[in-house]
């Protein structure tokens, strides 16, 4: 079992940066692959970037290459979305999900473990 819970999230203008905080339980933490998705009214969820293991290469959609960079800290049972650049778009709930062992790291119904979400707004 695995416990998620997000924090960072806020109110930035356009350009600037904001880095998204996952916590999260249990002692497996390392064991499990880590992925950032974001919601906008109205639209599905879609993903945003993810990791299975801390020094593993990372996916990135292409809406947020060479902007975001996750990351992930097993010794905090943490991983983080560090996002800079932001753009109006980029407005959304953003959630943290994990899984052990995703056929995809995309694919957000191969996760099990979701956190509440945390906001992103971003304004022009």
């Known amino acids: 079992q695995v416990q998620l819970v997000e924090s960072g999230g806020g109110l930035v203008q356009a350009g600037g940066s904001l880095r998204l905080s996952c916590a999260a339980s249990g002692r497996t933490f390392s064991r499990y692959a880590m992925g950032w998705f974001r919601q906008a009214p109205g639209k599905a969820r879609e993903f945003v970037a993810g990791?299975?293991?801390?020094?593993?290469?990372?996916e990135y959609s292409d809406s947020v290459k060479g902007r975001f960079t996750i990351s992930r800290d097993n010794a905090k049972n943490a991983a983080y979305l560090q996002m800079d650049s932001l753009k109006p778009e980029d407005t959304a709930v953003y959630y943290c999900g994990a899984d052990e062992n995703p056929i995809r790291i995309s694919w957000s119904r191969e996760y099990r473990y979701w956190g509440q979400g945390t906001q992103v707004t971003v304004s022009t």
């Open positions: 990791m299975r293991w801390a020094g593993s290469s990372a």
